[in-house]
């Protein structure tokens, strides 16, 4: 099969920027100090009012096509990862962009795996280019608007989300200019069992859902996603090591979920190194993006000068259903 190469990143982060400072000035229980040792936290950036999935993707999108030097007529395909789409259920949010984007040859539609979301849809584009019928650029696009799905006054969980989109553009190597490069293997999991510990009430299942005092606010057990959240990153980074043959000396970095500072830290004290080796972390600065935090994160690297062709990165991640998994990519 041919490779599917990552060409192209982009990203957006809103305007606003909310402190940890300002959070404590409406919820006294809080404190700069306490949020950033509970979460490794200090701010997050907040979409404005008329800010939406699409309009963020739409940012970040655009930056990765052109890096990328594909026109928005060229792409074969779009898919939007978003636990926050723009209508529910329908037009899908990746319909919404193609028409933004002018996307006409496009085809799209919306996969959310949760947090996990960017992670399911690297594996699910690269095989479409199992198909040799099938040759076009692939745009794939994470953007969250969790602002909008927590609730505010709830200090144990507001703290944690902030808005953001990352997207990149995946192309099939068919001339082999990048030998090595490309999207090599990716582990996708599930624990539905457990999937009551992150919740959005809301939906169809009943209508006393759509009534539910706490319809369409995430609920989260906090000790129980901690727990699953630090043993899946840890069997993650395992498996992908040993199906590849990799040692982690061979391993650029390792791009987590950037959910909270803590869980990144216990994941690395279990495989036996500290974050600064390993990890890039930015969850510092943009809090949990969702599924947009490791698109976001490949972005900053990419642009910053931290990749070179034939670097080995791994991608792992943990989200609701509850979800985790993780890639191996050549760069």
Same mark, same amino acid.
């Given at each position: ?23 404590? %000035?409406? #919820? ?21 009012? /008329? ?8 940012? *970040? ?6 890096? +990328? ?24 949010? *990746? ?7 002018? *996307?006409? /040859?496009?085809? +799209? ?17 690269? /095989? ?21 799905? !927590?609730?505010? &006054? ?13 997207? !990149? ?5 068919? %001339? ?11 582990? @996708? ?40 959240? !630090? ?5 993650? !980074? $395992? ?8 040692? @982690? ?9 950037? +959910? &909270? ?5 216990? +994941? ?16 510092? $600065? ?14 900053? #690297?990419?642009?910053?000068? #931290? ?8 991608? *792992? ?9 993780? /890639?191996?990519?050549?760069?």
């Amino acid at each position: 099969m041919v490779r599917a190469v990552i060409a192209g990143t982009g990203s957006y982060l809103p305007e606003r920027v909310v402190t940890n400072d300002e959070l404590s %000035e409406r #919820m006294p229980q809080t404190s700069d100090e306490w949020i950033y040792s509970h979460t490794g936290i200090h701010s997050r950036h907040i979409a404005a009012p /008329n800010e939406s999935a699409s309009d963020m993707g739409l940012v *970040a999108a655009k930056q990765a096509l052109e890096q +990328a030097g594909v026109e928005p007529d060229e792409l074969g395909l779009i898919i939007v990862s978003t636990a926050t789409p723009d209508y529910a259920p329908t037009p899908l949010t *990746a319909c919404v962009l193609q028409d933004k984007l002018g *996307a006409t /040859n496009a085809s +799209a539609f919306d996969m959310s795996a949760a947090c996990c979301g960017f992670i399911y849809n690297l594996e699910i584009a690269k /095989n479409f280019y199992s198909n040799p019928h099938f040759t076009k650029p692939i745009l794939l696009v994470a953007s969250e608007v969790m602002s909008r799905k !927590v609730d505010w &006054n709830d200090y144990k969980t507001c703290i944690l989300f902030g808005d953001g989109a990352g997207a !990149v553009v995946i192309k099939p190597d068919v %001339e082999e200019k990048f030998p090595g490069s490309g999207i090599v293997d990716s582990v @996708m999991m599930a624990d539905g069992k457990s999937g009551k510990h992150l919740l959005l009430e809301g939906g169809c299942r009943s209508e006393d859902s759509l009534r539910h005092p706490l319809a369409h606010i995430l609920q989260m057990g906090g000790q129980q996603v901690y727990a699953f959240a !630090v043993k899946a990153l840890v069997e993650v !980074v $395992r498996s992908l090591l040993e199906r590849n043959n990799l040692t @982690m000396d061979e391993l650029k970095r390792i791009v987590p979920h950037q +959910a &909270n500072y803590r869980i990144i830290n216990s +994941a690395g004290s279990r495989l036996g190194f500290t974050n600064d080796d390993k990890f890039y972390i930015n969850v510092e $600065r943009v809090a949990n993006t969702a599924s947009a935090s490791i698109p976001i994160a490949l972005d900053e #690297m990419n642009r910053g000068g #931290m990749l070179q062709r034939g670097d080995k990165l791994l991608l *792992a991640g943990f989200g609701a259903g509850l979800t985790y998994g993780g /890639n191996y990519l050549v760069w």
